[in-house]
């Protein structure tokens, strides 16, 4: 085992084929792995880390991959961060754990402060800190509840919210994450997104029009306790909903007393090129929920939103033993502190155009690239026989096994399993994400 201290600035920022992909020692460890794991449990790409760092994932063999995937969002500010891995440091030699809700501590409530400065919107908020996105999309349908003595829930077509038992009645696609699980929480409804690529390009206002006469017409607003939206839907393909759709929403539940929750998980902490993808429409929602990219990789979670509506449950209603963990607190200090003195946010927007302008480039000699789409450092492409909007998910898993055989790490989505999704964290130097795209250019030319 390679020992490595303050990793990320002395990884070489260069992909390495040292071996096939994945090599030898990887193959030896997914085979254990396959013996010892839960098969529920799968991996997408079987090379197993031994350290990150900037825009590389380095392996067991020896190989350097490109990372185009962040751990799904996760490590926007680089793996190891420097000040991450400081405050950490620090943090687990002074403890580890009290649980807040026994003997509290400071980072905790720098952390909720944090939140409500940064979140959109300049009303009085609270905050709430937990384990997992999951846990917090259940905790924001449990304080909307509280808050309106309302049940029942909407979500949208292609949604995400994980794979617990609310959250999986909340998330649209059956298999891998419905199918066999069932019974599901009730009164969850769900409403048509925009989803401009395939809804022959509804204009935002006429779809969410279309959304909102589904939902007065079977779930009346009088028993709507909170819609819930992903301002960019991340596992449902990448979809960015047509200008206006948002605003309509948000501007329909206020008049009606419905909590507009924005599910931030996988699009907050500076990835769209905003702190929060809300903020592309001046959306503010009431109810903000975020996760992944918050601290580093360190799991931590949180609801942040209208005092009002966030003090609704009584002391002891929220919580959990580990929520707001302190190694996650420090964590997600230093990764606010690491946005704001790397400028992240302007960074996001950089790679982003950098990526939109080649893909696009590329999308006018290929027809089977139907879309793309995304804003910062969160794009994608959807693939279709070419032409058509006739989804393509063999391309995409070949598109993808090509990349991955070259030492990229790239992720698929979608509903109909035929998007590519690229989400660099924000730490990579321009010349991997270049080197990244030439391997895709490489892939649909093989392909
Ligand atoms: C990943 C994700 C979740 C679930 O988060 P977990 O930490 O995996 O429970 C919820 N919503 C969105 C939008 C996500 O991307």
Known sequence: MTTIDHAAPQIAQRRILATAIPGPKSAALHAEKLAAVASGVGTTLPVYVVAS?????????????????SGIAVTTVGNSAPAVVDAVTEQVRAFTHTC???????????????????????????????????????????????????????????????????????????????????PFAS???????????????????????????????????????????EPIQGEGGFIVPAPGFLPALADWCRANGVVFIAD?????????????????????????????????????SAVTGRAAIMDAPRAGGLGGTYGGNPLACAAALAVLDTIESENLIERARHMGEIMLDRLRTLSTTDTRIGEVRGRGAMIAVELVEPGS???????????????????????????????????????????????????????????
Do not use: W
């Open 53 to 69: 760092g900037g825009g590389v994932v380095v392996d067991v063999d020896g190989n350097s991959l490109i990372d185009f995937g």
């Open 100 to 182: 807040f809700m026994v003997t509290p501590y400071e980072s905790y409530v720098q952390v909720a402060s944090a939140l409500n400065r940064i979140t959109p919107g300049d009303h009085e908020k609270r905050s709430a800190l937990f384990n997992s996105g999951a846990e917090a999309v259940e905790n924001a349908v449990k304080i909307a509840r509280a808050h309106t003595g309302r049940q029942a829930v909407v979500a949208f077509d292609h949604a995400y919210h994980g794979r617990t038992n609310l959250t999986m009645a909340l998330t649209a696609k059956s298999a891998p994450y419905k199918s066999g699980f069932g």
């Open 187 to 229: 009164e969850v409804y769900r409403a048509p997104m925009s989803y401009p690529f395939r809804d022959g390009d509804l204009d935002g206002p006429t779809a969410a029009r279309h959304a909102i006469s589904v939902i007065e017409k079977q779930v009346g607003a009088e028993n709507l306790a909170a819609v819930l939206i």
């Open 264 to 300: 931030e998980i996988q699009s907050g902490f500076a990835r769209t090129g905003h702190m929060f993808a809300c903020e592309h429409e001046g959306v503010v929602p009431d109810l903000i929920l975020t996760a992944k990219g918050i601290a580093g990789g360190l799991p931590l």
């Open 389 to 447: 909007t006739t989804p393509d998910s063999a391309l995409a898993q070949r598109i993808a096994g090509y990349a991955h055989a070259q030492g990229l790490i790239v992720l698929t989505c979608g509903t109909y399993g035929n998007v590519l999704r690229f989400l660099p964290p924000l730490s990579m130097p321009d010349h991997l994400l270049h080197e990244g795209l030439d391997i895709l250019e490489q892939a649909f030319r093989d392909n």
